[in-house]
């Protein structure tokens, strides 16, 4: 689509090195590269990334590099944080997915389906995607500083923030995307809004943390992750490590939709999209054949 909104430069650049605030703890320290999703997931090698920028109106984007989905956004010790104790986890939850998805014989976007029967150890994958949602903005801590203390200090049960919904939908095609805090609706046809805090979209997961405080306004009309009946997780982070392995099933019994990026697919021209210089980070890019 063409983004409309006034002139400017769109462009929180976190991947470049240097001394800044980690997007978790807060410390002003040298950031390291943090994959988003993890790299156990298949974000590396091949995978290609570049960030986007929104100049006078024009988006162009980056030169696209090897090497994943990151930004550099931080410390070490977060980093480490997710990579000992919780991305292996949801390596094994993705991988059993993308098994399950590529046994399919078709495939119709978007479509809700019954959740695949793979198991998944809830509380760590859902902390797992949570800490690379606070990479992609350092402005997350700030609106939510009990989840950044949760996750640091590995509480057994951590409840997600008043005012926030973690969504998760299942997103089988190759494009890649992670940004933060911006808005789009849809102008032509039914009016739908999108809103989100943190998103990450990588084969075959997508994931938005997103405001829980509307699903309808007047003006806009609803929410498309309401819309599209996208898995409402909030309370995997309430799971401990101890769980490892529940049926995916049983914790979405209304299904999980296939899903595309709704700026990415064939109504993109019908949205426009809403950003804020100073917080919003986008990267794009590509899984490899």
């Not at 819309?227 to 979405?252: F, H, K, M, N, S």
């Not at 899903?259 to 917080?279: A, M, T, Y």
């Amino acid at each position: 689509m063409s983004d409309k909104r006034p002139p400017g430069t769109l462009g929180v650049d976190l991947r470049t090195p240097g001394l800044r605030p980690c997007g978790l703890c807060g410390e002003v320290r040298e950031m390291t590269k943090a994959h988003v999703p993890p790299q156990v997931a298949g974000n590396r090698g091949r995978v290609t990334s570049a960030t986007v920028r929104v100049h006078n109106s024009v988006r162009s984007n980056g030169r696209l590099a090897a090497g994943g989905m990151w930004m550099r956004s931080l410390c070490g010790d977060c980093n480490s944080l997710a990579g000992l104790n919780y991305d292996s986890a949801y390596g094994d939850f993705a991988k059993a997915l993308d098994t399950y998805q590529r046994a399919r014989s078709s495939l119709h976007l978007p479509r809700a389906v019954p959740a695949p029967p793979v198991r998944v150890a809830p509380g760590r994958v859902a902390r797992s995607i949570l800490i690379g949602m606070f990479a992609t903005t350092p402005q997350l801590r700030v609106t939510f500083p009990g989840l950044a203390v949760d996750l640091r200090e590995r509480r057994d049960h951590i409840a997600l923030p008043d005012g926030a919904s973690l969504r998760m939908a299942l997103h089988p095609l190759r494009g890649t995307r992670l940004a933060s805090m911006f808005n789009g609706y849809r102008v032509l046809g039914r009016r739908l809004y999108y809103n989100v805090f943190s998103e990450v979209y990588f084969r075959p997961l997508a994931w938005a943390l997103i405001p829980s405080d509307r699903g309808y306004d007047e003006h806009m009309g609803k929410s498309l992750f309401d819309e599209l009946g996208w898995a409402i997780v909030d309370e995997w982070p309430q799971y401990g490590d101890d769980v490892t392995a529940l049926d995916l099933r049983d914790l979405c019994r209304r299904g999980v939709p296939h899903v595309r990026h709704p700026l990415s697919g064939p109504e993109q021209d019908n949205w426009v999209q809403l950003f804020n210089d100073k917080i919003t980070a986008i990267i794009e890019g590509q899984i490899p054949e």
